[in-house]
Every structure is written in C-alpha cells, then in structure tokens.
C-alpha cells in the first residue's frame, strides 16, 4: 500500500514570539511510504546529503513508534522524503519530519489525519510548539503549551505578506542555539516583548504592515544568538527593511532569517544577500509565500 503526505515549512517566533508563533511557508517536504517493500530510505532534493537514511531517521522513527503506540507492528517498507525545505536550520524542517511519521501512522492505521489533534503530540515530541503548529494547520499560529495541555490557533490575516528567507550556509542546530539564551530575563525585557508579540498578532490579522516592522523587534533570543552564533543578522535584516520589507527576524533559531513583503520580494532578497556578503556570509534567498494548506494527505491506495 502507498501512503503521501505533504508537510509544509515553518518560521518560528517572528521575532518576539519566543515558542509560541509561527507560520507556514510554501515549501513543502512529501513523505511517501509504501509497504510490503524492503526497508529502505531515500531522499530527493533538500537533505538528500545530509539527512540519515538509516533507522534513526527522524520521520521513520516517529512513525515507527507512534504505530507500535497503536498496537500496530511497523510492517516492512520503504520511505521516500521529497523535499524543497532546507536543512541549515530555522525552517522547521525537523518538524516536517514529526509531524510526517504521527499523520502517515494514523494513515496506516486506518484512520484520517485531523492536523489538530496531532497538535499536542507533535510538540510533545519536538519539546516546542511553534513550528509544528503551523505545519499542521498552515497559515499563521498562536500556540500554547503547558505541562496539562497544547492548544494552538490559526490566526486569521486580512491580507497575507509575501516572504523572503535568506538561507545561510552556515547550520545552527537548535538545541545550541537555545543553549546561548540568557537563562534569566528582565521584567522590562519580558514586558517588551509580550506587547511586542500581542502588537504582531494584532497587526497581521487586520493587515496593519505599517505595524509589523516595529513589532517584530525580540529581546528575549535574536540578541544572544546574533552576538553568539550569527554576528551579521542585525545588518542583514537591516538590509532587508531598507530595500522595502515590512519586518525581518531570525527564522525560529536560525540561520535562516525570514522577511515578510508587500511588494519588491527579489529586491529584499537581493539586499539580504547583499549585506550577508560584505559580512563575509554565503547563503541564498528564497522568494515564498505563506502556505495556507498545513498538513495534507496526497495518497492512501
Ligand atoms: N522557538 C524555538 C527557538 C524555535 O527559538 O529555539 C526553533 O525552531
């Protein structure tokens, strides 16, 4: 039997959405498992040099155990990951990965994919909710997660932005970059950004872009990681804001950083590349748009 789905890319934060913000983009990863087949992984486009093809593979694993959690034994098969997401880190691409083993085991097990129950086992596994939430339901996301429970909501937006991503070469693995943040934090550094996240989410739900820039500014984790691991990002989200972008953050840890545009998408992603050069950094730009769609399931026969 084949089994498909297709898992969107996400940017976490947004800037002062520390762990609870999120959006999807429109690059996806499709995850294609046919049984009765040989096990076997393999991997097209993005990761396919770096990703590991063996059991440890991320979205087998996760499949793996969560049919054993259904009382089902893994059968046989083969894993496909057809991808356009890049691995150099802060595009979710380890999410795609969860979210894909927890929707294709529920597809082997009979059942259909409802994105917003996998909700709370998606970030469970991924110890943060913000890139999954998005995966699953697309578009933009508040997430919530305690010890009790996760809950996340799409945020409805009046008009959607456009999206740069400059993609350095350089990789940042999360937990390192988590490692870097301050373990104590000010009142008034926590006071800025709970109005600067409140300030976003209110602004791209009623398309206020006027907004958006100042609201995208973070003191809780884009400092320590731009003086720890990525020197250039204030120059070149800089950069990004001068050619026209209407705000520009780190893309969840990094190294990726994401522009949201209105208008002059390849002039953003110019400067960015631009600016990230004269800092001696090689990385790409990737022109996108949010993706509305979340989690879907391309195959069961
Ligand atoms: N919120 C997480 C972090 C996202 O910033 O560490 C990781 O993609």
């Known amino acids: 039997m084949r089994f498909a789905v297709r898992v969107p890319a996400t940017s976490a934060n947004l ?8 959006l999807a983009l429109n690059l996806h990863a499709d995850f294609i498992v046919e049984t009765g087949r040989p096990f076997h992984i393999l991997i097209e486009g993005e990761g396919a040099k770096t990703i590991g093809r063996d059991a440890r593979n991320l979205a087998y694993r ?15 098969l083969e894993l496909t990951i057809r991808s356009s997401i890049p691995v150099t880190g802060g595009l979710g691409s380890s999410s795609t990965a969860i979210v894909a083993g927890l929707a294709l085991a529920e597809l082997m097990a ?7 129950r996998l909700v709370e086992p998606a970030a469970r596994l991924e110890g943060h909710p913000d890139n999954v939430s998005p995966a699953l339901l697309g578009g933009l996301v508040a997430s919530l997660m305690t010890e009790e429970r996760v809950d996340a909501l799409r945020v409805p937006m009046e008009k959607m932005p456009g999206a740069v991503l400059f993609v ?50 973070d003191r809780l984790h884009q400092p320590a990681r731009a003086e720890r691991l990525i020197p250039a990002l204030p120059d070149i989200l800089r950069a990004a804001r001068q050619a026209g972008a209407i705000g520009a953050c780190l893309s969840g840890s990094g190294s990726a950083m994401l522009a949201l545009v209105d ?39």
Not at 62 to 76: E, F, H, Q, Y
Not at 204 to 215: E, P
């Open 15 to 22: 800037g002062p959405g520390f762990d609870c913000l999120g």
């Open 62 to 76: 996760t499949l793996v155990s969560a049919l054993v959690r259904k009382g089902i034994a893994p059968p046989p």
């Open 110 to 116: 009979g059942g259909a994919v409802e994105c917003a």
């Open 168 to 217: 350095p070469v350089l990789r940042v693995v999360t937990h390192r970059a988590r490692g870097v943040l301050p373990r104590v934090v000010s009142h008034e550094d926590a006071a800025f950004n709970v109005a600067h996240a409140s300030m976003l989410v209110a602004a791209l739900n009623a398309g206020r872009w006027d907004l958006v820039g100042r609201a995208m500014d």
């Open 263 to 301: 208008t002059d998408a390849d002039a953003v992603g110019e400067a960015m590349c631009a600016a990230a050069r004269d800092r001696g950094v090689s990385g790409r730009a990737i022109v996108t748009r949010v993706d509305e769609s979340g989690t879907v399931v391309l195959d069961r026969t």
